[in-house]
């Protein structure tokens, strides 16, 4: 997802003359040429996200369209106050970035883990929040949406899904297969481990890269039984506002398999961490059995 992303930089600064990049020390060598041809678009500001955004947010104000990038955890985080009141209050379209999504930074600790950005990002108004599963995906979402005028952050990862990739449009969920017994919401690169579980099951599977907006409609036609079973590669319990909100009034059973809310201080790979906090196959089958023998209360 980084290489297709950087290339699609490069395309639009020589190719889009109200184009503009920015980058925090990460990504620098890939488009290298770029950033030498094109200083007054194209530029390395060095460790100071806060201050990235704010230059941003300035040349959006002026007509521009900004795209900056660097790792998830100090462009949510870090620079809250920034998108708070450069972004959101202003209503500026700026595309955000980031590599590094959860864990994917694994050697690196806690300080470069980011399962709440989300969560985050979708407590601010008018903010969205796309999640691609792979790198073609990045591209249709990106291309549909960096125009749009909003505040849009883009989460790329270093895992994809590589076994199912199907298109996917900005705000929409995508049905990959219906069923009676329970709902299974597939989010970014959780897909092919979904997939792997419920293509001979008696479920429905929704995939989801658009987090915000939510696309709810889709949900609401999508989910007879009541009984829910979300995957998301973040924090659990980011989109139960969103489902609770999709089916007012209905009796719901939802459980989850995704990032436990808590700080993560155990060691290992990112294979690793993902079977320790339960995001592999084995959970999402165990999880789904139990909800569908469930009785609905």
Not at 61 to 71: A, E, H, K, W, Y
Not at 141 to 153: C, D, E, H, S, V
Not at 160 to 188: E, H, L, R
Not at 205 to 221: G, S, W
Request: charged share 25%.
């Amino acid at each position: 997802m980084r290489r297709a992303f950087l290339n699609r930089v490069a395309e639009m600064i020589r190719n889009e003359e109200d184009t503009t990049y920015f980058t925090v020390d990460i990504g620098m060598w890939a488009i290298r040429d770029v950033l030498r041809d094109y200083p007054e678009r194209c530029t390395n500001v060095g460790i100071y996200e806060d201050g990235m955004f704010s230059i941003a947010a300035g040349m959006a104000r002026r007509g521009l369209v900004p795209t900056i990038f660097g790792i998830q955890p100090y462009l949510i985080e870090r620079t809250l106050e920034q998108i708070k009141m450069d972004f959101a209050y202003q209503k500026l379209g700026v595309n955000v970035v980031g590599t590094g999504a959860a864990v994917d930074y694994p050697k690196y600790g806690y300080s470069h883990y980011c399962a709440e950005d989300a969560a985050v990002i979708k407590q601010i108004p008018g903010c969205e929040f796309v999640a691609p599963g792979s790198a073609k995906q990045f591209l249709q979402l990106f291309n549909q949406a960096y125009r749009n005028g909003n505040p849009t952050f883009f989460r790329i990862s270093d895992h994809p899904n590589t076994a199912y990739d199907p298109d996917v449009t900005f705000g929409k969920a995508v049905v990959m297969q219906t069923g009676s017994k329970a709902t299974v919401i597939a989010v970014s690169v959780m897909l092919d481990m979904v997939m792997d579980v419920c293509k001979e099951q008696d479920v429905t599977v929704l995939y989801y890269t658009t987090l915000e907006p939510f696309d709810r409609d889709t949900l609401k036609e999508n989910c007879a039984s009541g009984k829910i079973l979300v995957c998301e590669p973040e924090y659990e319990g980011t989109l139960d506002h969103d489902i609770r909100c999709a089916l007012p009034g209905r009796a719901l059973q939802i459980d989850s398999v995704a990032f436990p809310r808590e700080i993560f201080r155990n060691y290992g790979n990112y294979d690793e961490k993902m079977e320790y906090y339960g995001l592999t196959v084995q959970n999402i089958k165990k999880k789904l059995t139990a909800l569908m023998e469930n009785e609905l209360f």
